[in-house]
C-alpha cells in the first residue's frame, strides 16, 4: 500500500510540474507575441508619419537594422525594402497583411519558418497616397522558446521528484 502511494505521490508531482512548465511556456509565449504586434504597431505608425512628411527620403535616412520595412504602391509594386533588392521582388498585392491594408487601413500577418525556427511578424498600414507601409520582425516561435526553457522544466521536474521522494518516504514511516 505504501508503495503504490509513494507511486501515485511521484506521478501527481511529475504531471503538476510537465503541466506548470507548459502553461507557463504558452502565457509567455502569448504575452511576448502581444508586444511584438504592439511595438510594430508603434513602429509602423511612426515610419508612416515619416513617409507622408518626406517620403523616400525618410526611408533611405532611417538607420533601421532590428525592422524589415517595405513600401508597397498601389499596384503591389514595391517601391523600397531595407533588407532586399526590390528589383527582384516579387509583386506584395497578394500577402495578407498588405491587401487587408489596401482595404481596411491596416493589416497583421504572421508567417512561421520551418527551418529557422522563427515567426516573422508583419503589420501594414495605408498611407496618405494610396501605397501601403509594412514592417516586420522575426521572434522565436513556441518550439525554439520550449526547447531553451525545456532544461529548466527538467531540472525543476527532477528536484521535485527527489523531494516528493523525500517527503513520501518519511510521511510513510
Known sequence: MKKKIFKNAI???????????????????????????SSLNQAAGYIAEGVNLSGLDFLTDLNENEKRITWVAADGTVLYDNDANIGTMDNHMSRPEVKNAFKNGDGS??????TMGTNTFYYAIKLNDGSVLRVAREASNIWTVGGKIFPIIAATILVMMILCIILAHFCLL
Do not use: D, H, M, W
Open 11 to 37: 506521478l501527481i508531482i511529475l504531471l503538476l510540474v510537465v503541466l506548470c512548465g507548459v502553461s507557463i511556456i504558452g502565457v509567455l509565449y502569448s504575452y511576448f507575441n502581444k508586444q511584438y504586434v
Open 109 to 114: 500577418a504572421v508567417r512561421q519558418s520551418a
